[in-house]
T-cell receptor, first 117, second 109 residues
Framework: GAVVSQHPSRVICKSGTSVKIECRSL??????MFWYRQFPKQSLMLMAT?????????EQGVEKDKFLINHASLTLSTLTVTSAHPEDSSFYIC?????????????FGPGTRLTVL | KNEVEQSPQNLTAQEGEFITINCSYS?????LHWLQQHPGGGIVSLFM???GKKKHGRLIATINIQEKHSSLHITASHPRDSAVYIC???????????FGKGTLLTVNP
């Protein structure tokens, strides 16, 4: 089946620094990638939808200047958490929707656990 | 009220028991997904269905579009089935998923 990877799997950083998380589709092209955030014991919350070659669409309440998303190719999307603060500590998950396959099919990455000290 | 409601929130079973997790939704959908999230956090897609029933190994998923209800069944449950099971629905052309809060399943040996 289709595989989505994320890097890094865990990151610890100091408050005020920026962190970049990569999401790659390994064996398929992904026109659309999604970024989710999950706080402990909470459901996944969609942060933004990323389409290759265009600007990401952010959900209400998600600061686009703080969470920078770049989807420069059909196999890679990046999420950069700028000037991270402890409240940004969370589990970040990406998913990818494959070009040419069922529009409802999404493949999830393994997630990145961010801890901001 | 959430658009996607799951029940129960928590479920504890003995190894070998038959498990049922329910999902109800209030919006029009194009597909319903069942996902599994293990303690490490990674998510695995178990099923995507828009009608009827699907089976994969010991897992069975059913959906009733008229009643806006889906069930996930696990036969002969095993401790390795312990995880959070999440129901999510998608609709429209933008593929966005709306998630339930998940059901924490613990299967004891």
């Amino acid at each position: 089946g289709a595989v989505v990877s994320q890097h890094p799997s865990r990151v610890i950083c100091k408050s005020g620094t920026s962190v970049k998380i990569e999401c790659r589709s390994l064996d398929f092209q992904a026109t659309t990638m999604f970024w989710y955030r999950q706080f402990p014991k909470q459901s996944l919350m969609l942060m933004a939808t990323s389409n290759e070659g265009s600007k990401a669409t952010y959900e209400q309440g998600v600061e686009k200047d703080k969470f920078l998303i770049n989807h420069a190719s059909l196999t890679l999307s990046t999420l950069t958490v700028t000037s991270a603060h402890p409240e940004d500590s969370s589990f970040y998950i990406c998913s990818a929707s494959a070009t040419g396959l069922s529009t409802d099919t999404q493949y999830f990455g393994p997630g990145t656990r961010l801890t901001v000290l | 009220k959430n658009e996607v409601e799951q029940s129960p929130q928590n479920l504890t079973a003995q190894e070998g028991e038959f498990i049922t997790i329910n999902c109800s939704y209030s919006v029009g959908i194009s597909a319903l997904h069942w996902l599994q999230q293990h303690p490490g956090g990674g998510i695995v897609s178990l099923f995507m269905l828009s009608s009827g029933k699907k089976k994969h190994g010991r897992l069975i998923a059913t959906i009733n579009i008229q009643e806006k209800h889906s069930s996930l069944h696990i036969t002969a449950s095993h401790p390795r089935d312990s995880a959070v099971y999440i129901c999510a629905v998608s609709g429209g052309s933008n593929y966005k998923l709306t998630f339930g809060k998940g059901t924490l399943l613990t299967v004891n040996p």
